[in-house]
């Protein structure tokens, strides 16, 4: 990699910021040469390979339920073929059909570690469970019929498959083929009915006797058959069309849920007419009239206990007068009825029974119920019907996820402090017993490391969760919303002008995991920035700031539009016109053409705020509109509790803020940070005074490319600045294909009008909640030829200028257009001075050039190590008056991680630098470019992070044409390079970071986190750390069946199906009808045989057990026989002797 060439000369001449001379420049260059060859590079390629790991949330789009009651194991379908297994807390799995189509059925075959799925598109799966990733081992695809309903008996390998046509067919689980016995719909019910009779909605055998299977049409009949016979033995006829059936236990009587919302229980015996008809939610009608209809009966289950009454468990059946009533599951027991609600629509609920057996007393103790975006549990022994508390990490979706970030590898103890603060916000009420749901085993846990995923939603909420060895768990939640006061009635709308919905919606979270400072940036332009404290605290008034940001020239105040305003001589801090008002109900002024000027979107709370253990409110700063202009959003954010400063930039400008002092430092424009040294010729602003779109076709212009979520000088930051969109300060070839990344994946509104679309709501009129753009209404296209937004930031302890010979506090400021900026930090020393002094802050001068936006920043020393920005250690600030004192006195200085003074002077320091096109490192402080890689010609980076690996460090890269990349540092070899996921949406662009030991994760649905790996060792390590769902377990034994029922025959019937439905008897089915495909093998199956041999072993284990216990128990028998035999034998030889010489006439 090591070539000195006159690129690199000219490099190193164009990283400067002012211009040096080429012979220089090249004296300069052999310096690098000998740095370089210091820094050892230990990652190689084969240190990386990527693959997924584990999938948390709740699943996307639920469409079927299953459950195993001996293995204790709940599988979930979705509409997108996923298949999601859920064991006790911590055992969770993904799999997925290759097809995508969704699933409508699940059926396990309990205690067996294999699972059956049919999907839309007429197909069924058989999935090896016993392996710790899930195989397809067999599936059959219909090819004339269509599948609309399947019923697998407990411990039977024979399959029933209904379907649109009404036929019922039978398949072999084992190996996957059809019988050639079938049930024909004509068959089945004769001359009962002149018409079809609609798709098969059910199939079950009766309880008591297999050979009798119950058949249900939609129409409205049902029909008992008798398999044997091969003929209709009953059939039940009802006027309303069938949605689900049940059986009592012992198999003389069934239940129907019907579409008017009735309930029909039928004696087997009795098809006439139903033995009971039930409207449970129908009003009580007098003179014998009809109860009004009601909506359908989706789902029945009846469910019977030894002890007392039936459990009647039914979904729907509201009157249809009950409009705007949440979706309920009605509990009906005894005389009494329970009507549950439930936050959203019920896909599918289960009760949870003792007994796989169903022809014993159920015995229920629970129902899990699946709604549209929860997963509920209901305890059915607790009076009152409590809810379980859910331990799976199903709330990820609680509020639509706008912004995430992942931090591996964090300080120890941060994980147990922030679950003791988050302990006391939990709900009360729930029920005392624990989770049933507990199948499987845990993995092996190999990584030691605390990891910390950070998710920002759009009700303002931030929500820390624990992600160590691939589990999640919540932690703590904060709503950052209750600093500000919300409308109270419709007509008082404060900041609708602004955000359409939610206001307080999350774009950029910047956390220091060390001091554990928290600073966010939200939609409506604020940023608050937090402390953690585990003490509570009453806050009389919250510290806020407002920082009035200009785009270039205000036009008002400087009406010659010429005459650019000069750069704020060092050490004065801000511009004289930029100093924000700070009157605390803000001072909603106007200019003097009555447009609204110095005001918030958002009012800051003025009663006291009472602040809980965890997050506190430090400081509330707001963008302010100017002129009629609104604030606009965002773009960048950092923030460094060494130096007690917060910064934040957005298209117009950057804002520097000291949260200690609680004052504005620094407010330019982004022009003016350049001062004289502006590479770019710039237009200026248009006078303008009122805020209508100039022309019809710059108004077409905007619409056409925003709408897509292109905006035509704005910047990718993906992550960062999740309202932002993307970059694109390209010619108009790379603008096109930008485009063709992201036409049609956001909504495109052709009514609404430029000012209407000025800041959509992060959820509004986007489907599945992915953003839109932020769309400026406001700026002509001239205008917005010369905004370059702020789209990097970074603090650290560099050298600022060339000839700095020691390293000295700055901020590193990164925009869209490609440069990087140096801000020099003086501050003052530390103590109460720091209060009381202010920081000096001037730009230094230093420019540096690449292509494309700029993403992110890193330094590192003369080892080729990371030098991580200076931290204050977290204390603990709310601490009574003596301690106060005395921690004044030992007060800790920052933990600075600057090269130590002795190092070499020269070339001291590495600054990487990433950009949407290209990377560089560069030398420090002579500003030499050493090495550069252009990442992407074609496409573009959406995220870039500088990771530690391996005790070494790596940049990786996610680009928009679904490239992860991973380069070496500092010499920026391409290590890895794989195709894995191409930009779909907006979402996985805004949600998707990296972080240290290879790992990184992406909002893969709008309820579901994907985590992935780059590390090999992580990637060999997986098959450990994985849970095991199948775990050998004993089957109950079947009820007894006691001794009159035996000696009459009035216990269940078995039923020999291999006799009736295989081969011999039946014959084969036709080829047509289904083509049998065999599952994908490879070493994922051979590792489930291993797997599953092992359970086989373990399972001869506990026979081999038993069997020995069984023979010692015989062994004891034949020992206690032979006793008694012995002493029998004793007195028949003493009965003997004493009997011997006796004559017959002596007895």
């Not at 929500?463 to 691939?470: L, Q, R, T």
């Not at 979520?709 to 070839?733: F, T």
């Not at 294909?737 to 000025?758: A, F």
């Not at 680009?959 to 070899?973: E, V």
Request: glycine fraction near 6%.
């Amino acid at each position: 990699m090591r070539k000195f060439n006159i690129r690199k000369v000219l490099d190193g001449l164009t990283a400067g910021s002012s211009s040096s001379s080429s012979a220089s420049s090249s004296s300069q260059q052999p310096q690098p040469a000998t740095r370089e060859n210091d820094i050892p590079e230990t990652l190689q390629s084969e240190h990386f390979q990527l693959c997924k790991t584990v999938r948390h949330g709740f699943p996307y789009q639920p469409s079927a339920l299953a459950f195993d009651p001996v293995q204790k194991i709940l599988a979930i379908g979705t509409q997108t073929g996923a298949l999601r297994l859920f064991g006790r807390p911590g055992v969770e799995c993904y799999c997925q059909h290759d097809s995508g189509a969704a699933v409508i059925q699940l059926q396990f075959l309990i205690n067996e570690g294999a699972l059956v799925s049919a999907l839309a598109d007429d197909t069924l799966h058989l999935w090896n469970l016993r392996q710790k990733r899930p195989a397809i081992l067999h599936s059959l695809k219909f090819n004339r019929e269509r599948i609309t309903f399947c019923h697998l008996p407990f411990q039977s390998k024979w399959l029933y498959v209904g379907t649109e046509r009404g036929n019922i067919h039978i398949v072999n689980v084992e190996s996957f083929s059809l019988s050639g016995y079938v049930i024909m719909w004509n068959k089945a019910i004769e001359l009962s009915s002149k018409s079809h009779p609609g798709p098969v909605v059910h199939i079950s055998d009766n309880p008591m006797d297999e050979g009798k299977l119950l058949m249900g049409f939609e129409s409205g009949t049902v029909v008992l058959w008798d398999l044997k016979s091969k003929k209709a033995e009953y059939r039940y006829t009802h006027d309303e069309a069938i949605h689900s059936v049940a059986w009592h236990h012992e198999g003389k009587q069934f239940i129907c849920s019907h579409s008017d919302g009735t309930l029909t229980i039928w004696n087997v015996r009795n098809p006439t007419k139903p033995l009971q008809t039930i409207t449970p939610h129908g009003k009580q009608v007098k003179d014998g009239k009809k109860p009004e209809p009601c909506k359908p009966i989706l789902k029945v289950e009846y469910k019977t206990t030894r002890a007392g009454e039936p459990f009647i468990i039914l979904s729907g059946g509201l009157s249809y007068d009950t409009v705007g009533r949440r979706p309920c599951l009605t509990v009906m027991h005894g005389k009494s009825t329970a009507v549950l609600e439930m936050d959203y629509s019920i896909v599918d609920f289960l009760t949870l029974c003792e007994t796989p057996y169903p022809n014993d007393f159920q015995e229920p103790y629970a129902v899990v119920v699946l709604l549209e975006k929860d997963l509920v549990l209901i305890d059915l022994a607790q009076n009152g019907y409590p809810i379980f508390e859910n331990p799976y990490p199903l709330s990820i979706h609680e509020s639509p996820v706008t912004c995430c970030e992942y931090f591996a590898d964090c300080p120890v103890d941060l994980i147990p402090v922030l679950y003791s603060v988050g302990a006391r916000q939990k709900r009360q009420g729930y029920s005392k017993k624990e989770w049933p749901i507990n199948g499987g085993n845990w993995g092996l846990v190999t990584q030691s490391y605390p990891e910390i995923i950070i998710t920002g939603h759009a009700d303002g909420s931030i929500k820390f969760w624990d992600a160590s060895a691939i589990t999640l768990q919540v932690l703590y939640k904060l709503k950052t919303a209750k600093v500000f006061e919300k409308s109270r009635n419709k007509d008082d709308k404060p900041s609708t002008d602004i955000v359409d919905e939610d206001p307080y919606a999350i774009q950029i979270i910047s956390w220091c995991a060390e001091s554990r400072m928290l600073c966010i940036a939200g939609v409506s332009a604020h940023v608050i920035v937090y402390r953690f404290s585990k003490q509570e605290i009453n806050t009389e008034v919250i510290p806020m700031l407002e920082v009035r940001l200009l785009y270039e020239i205000n036009y008002i105040e400087s009406p010659d539009p010429e005459q650019l305003p000069p750069l704020p001589t060092p050490g004065t801090g801000s511009n004289p016109q930029s100093i924000a008002p700070q009157s605390h109900p803000s001072t909603s002024s106007s200019s003097s053409d009555g447009l609204r000027d110095n005001v918030p979107c958002l009012k800051v709370k003025n009663s006291p705020l009472k602040q809980s253990p965890g997050y506190q409110v430090e400081l509330v700063i707001q963008l302010v509109w100017v002129s009629g202009e609104p604030p606009q959003q965002i773009t960048s954010l950092a923030i460094n509790s060494a130096y007690g400063l917060v910064v934040f930039g957005n298209c117009n400008g950057i804002a520097l803020v000291d949260y200690l002092q609680k004052t504005t430092l620094l407010n330019l424009g982004t022009v003016e940070l350049y001062g004289s040294n502006d590479p770019y010729r710039r237009e200026p602003r248009s006078p303008r005074k009122s805020r209508q779109p100039s022309g019809a076709q710059n108004k077409n212009k905007e619409v056409g490319e925003e709408g897509m979520g292109i905006s035509p000088h704005s910047g990718m930051l993906a992550v960062a600045s999740c309202m932002c969109g993307l970059a694109s300060l390209y010619s108009e070839s790379v603008k096109q294909l930008r485009t063709s990344y992201i036409t049609g994946l956001c909504d495109i509104n052709e009514g609404t009008t430029v000012q209407e679309d000025r800041c959509k709501s992060p959820t509004s009129d986007v489907k599945d909640n992915s953003f839109s753009r932020s769309r400026s209404s406001s700026v002509t296209s001239i205008d917005k030829e010369s905004r370059e937004a702020i789209s990097a930031l970074h603090f650290c302890e560099t050298f600022t200028r060339k000839a700095d010979t020691t390293p000295s506090p700055c901020l590193w400021v990164g925009t869209t257009l490609g440069t990087v900026l140096v801000i020099a930090l003086n501050l003052p020393p530390g103590g109460e001075q720091r209060l009381l002094q202010p920081v000096i802050v001037s730009p230094s001068g230093t420019i540096l050039r690449l292509k494309g936006a700029i993403l992110r920043m890193a330094f590192l020393d003369t080892t080729g190590s990371l030098v991580p920005p200076a931290y204050e250690p977290w204390r603990e600030q709310n601490v009574p008056e003596d301690k106060d004192e005395k921690d004044k006195l030992k007060k800790r200085r920052p933990v600075s991680v600057s090269p130590s003074s002795s190092q070499e002077i020269s070339e001291n320091q590495y600054a990487v630098i990433c950009s949407e096109k290209q990377a560089k490192v560069i030398s420090l402080p002579s500003q030499n470019c050493t090495y550069k890689q252009n990442i992407t010609e074609t496409s573009f980076v959406l995220r870039g992070d500088i990771v530690a690996l391996s005790n070494s460090i790596c940049l990786a890269c996610f680009c928009a044409n679904g490239h992860i990349m991973t380069f070496s540092l500092p010499s920026l070899r391409p290590l890895l390079d794989v195709y894995y996921l191409p930009l779909t949406n907006m979402r996985i662009a805004r949600t998707f970071c990296f972080t240290n030991n290879g790992q990184a994760l992406y909002l893969v649905s709008p309820t579901e986190i994907q985590r992935i790996t780059y590390s090999q060792e992580t990637c060999e390590n997986l098959q450990e750390m994985l849970g095991e769902l199948f775990t050998p377990v004993e089957t109950p034994e079947a009820p007894n069946r006691g001794f009159f029922k035996g000696l009459f025959g009035g216990g269940a019937q078995s039923l020999d199906r291999e006799e009736l439905f295989g081969e011999s008897a039946a014959g084969k089915a036709s080829r047509s009808l289904a083509q049998h495909i065999p599952g994908p093998g490879g070493i994922e199956g051979v590792k489930g045989a291993a797997s599953g041999i092992v359970c086989e072993l373990a399972r001869a284990r506990i026979a081999l057990d038993e069997r020995g216990q069984k023979l010692g128990e015989l062994e004891e028998r034949t020992a206690a026989m032979l006793a008694s035999a012995d002493s029998f034998s004793k007195h028949a030889h003493e009965m003997m002797l004493k009997c011997k010489d006796k004559k017959w006439y002596q007895f």
